[in-house]
């Protein structure tokens, strides 16, 4: 999973959503662990603004 | 300056944070609350109602947090029908900036400390025993020791986490909302309405509360699974569009509430979870401030109770579960049940609760007549949960 920094307000919804525990907000900056994702697309769904896409983090 | 160890340290200035470290301290413990932000209460991520009566026990009512009184809501139903409910003023749009650093204020006053720009980064552990919490203030990693740990951290339960409890929700117990400030607009600050039905936003609802006659949080919450193909925005978008199109919009907020029953550990050695953190919110309504600030004064309470007889694992703490699940764990328990069966039914649901709520003359509203009124249109599930929702938003004469 990808997230766009530019559009992301940090607002943690995809934390609560994650099964697997790989999505972290630490510093103001949300991060996702792509080695322990396992792709269910929860972060995507819940997210309100879209800010996450399919795909690696560049 | 910072103690070496507390009693106890609360994660998350927010209500339920400060509300947990007040009547900790206020029982005797030494409490340290860690807050990520640079003051509580910012961002704002609420739409800000709540009841007088549920606010009440916990601080003094000040003008200075509340931003109208509202005597009404209005219910538009699908079908385009409106009902009003009326409730004597007995409600709050708040301005929870001030309303969470009051909270905050209180609970230092009882000798809670506060460190604010502290994210929490970990919890400490030594000998399998959670003994500290880890955290970044402003540039500096430090630590923190104590025996017990209050996960206060919100939706995301980060706190909850680290001290292996699964915080996760299903999506369909979410709900992804988007809130839009608008100015230039025409409302009555007495009035909170509500928009149902799938069109507006499906699995959950439009509100309007009002912040003054020209001014109001306007939001939406969608359920998680039904977001996907169009967002909560594109929802809202339309909707402001349609029925604000001159408003202006002076603040933007993103967030998730949950739609879920109480976590099922909220509690384990050296640690307790209140407020989102432990998904102490009404499935309903998705109110959480007061639900939040009464599991976190009873967390607080046992939390001083098990510093005093040194006993700080879970068979002790869990008396914290069980006196939140007496007192509201298992009605929210049966609401969420109401709202798993209410989300597999159509738009005629909603358009029978205002048919209902219309029949109801102005001052005879009441939960008694409600009741009335519903027995006699019958569908039990419809009556419960106007009676839920009407309840838990407001108090009724």
Redesign the interface.
């Known amino acids: 999973m990808k997230i766009n920094r530019d559009v992301c307000d940090i607002c943690g919804t995809c934390v609560a959503v994650c099964p697997v525990d790989a999505i972290v907000v630490s510093e103001f900056r949300v991060n996702i662990d792509n080695e322990k994702c396992t792709n269910c697309l929860n972060c995507l769904k819940a997210c309100p603004i879209k800010a996450i896409t399919e795909g690696d983090q560049c | 300056m910072l103690k070496e160890k507390y009693d106890v340290v609360v994660v998350g200035a927010g209500p339920a944070g400060s509300v947990a470290a007040r009547f900790a301290a206020e029982n005797g413990a030494s409490v340290l609350i860690l807050e990520r932000d640079r003051e509580p209460g910012i961002p704002v991520?609420c739409a800000e109602g709540v009841s007088h009566n549920g606010i009440e026990p916990f601080i003094k009512i000040d003008k200075r947090w509340i931003a109208s009184q509202i005597d009404v809501a209005k219910l538009h139903a699908p079908n385009g029908e409106v009902a009003n409910m009326y409730n004597n003023g007995t409600g709050y749009v708040l301005e929870r900036r001030i309303f969470d650093t009051s909270l905050c204020e209180l609970a230092t006053e009882y000798g809670a400390e506060l460190i604010t720009k502290a994210?929490a980064?970990d919890l400490v552990w030594e000998n399998n025993r959670i003994t500290g919490v880890k955290f970044?203030h402003i540039n500096e990693i430090k630590e923190v020791k104590c025996n017990i740990v209050i996960g206060a951290d919100?939706?995301?339960?980060?706190v909850g986490?680290w001290a292996g409890i699964d915080?996760?929700?299903?999506?369909k117990d979410?709900d992804?909302?988007?809130q839009y400030t608008l100015s230039n607009i025409d409302v009555s600050k007495d009035t909170c309405e509500f928009y149902f039905g799938k069109e507006v936003s499906p699995g959950g609802y439009v509100w309007i509360f009002p912040k003054s006659d020209h001014t109001a949080n306007v939001g939406i919450g969608v359920a998680?699974?039904l977001?996907?193909k169009k967002?909560?925005?594109e929802y809202l978008d339309e909707f402001v569009e349609e029925n604000f199109p001159d408003a202006q919009v002076t603040y933007t907020?993103?967030?998730?509430v949950?739609t879920a029953a109480t976590l099922k550990e909220i509690v384990k050695d050296n640690i307790m979870l209140v407020g989102d953190a432990a998904r102490q919110v009404n499935p309903i309504t998705g109110g959480g401030i007061v639900q939040g600030m009464i599991a976190a004064s009873i967390a607080g309470k046992v939390a001083a109770e098990a510093v005093k007889k040194n006993k700080f694992n879970s068979k002790f703490l869990k008396k914290y579960r069980k006196i939140w699940d007496k007192k509201l764990g298992n009605t929210q328990k049966t609401m969420y049940k109401m709202k798993e069966k209410f989300m597999t039914t159509d738009d005629t649901r909603f358009n029978k609760i205002v048919e209902i709520c219309q029949k109801i003359p102005e001052d005879e509203f009441s939960v008694k007549a409600l009741f009335t009124e519903a027995v006699k249109g019958d569908p039990k599930l419809m009556l419960e949960v106007a009676k839920a929702f009407v309840a838990s938003k407001m108090k009724l004469k």
């Open positions: 991520r994210d980064l970044k919100g939706v995301e339960s980060r986490r915080t996760s929700v299903a999506l979410i992804t909302c988007v998680g699974h977001a996907h967002g909560p925005k907020v993103y967030g998730g949950t």
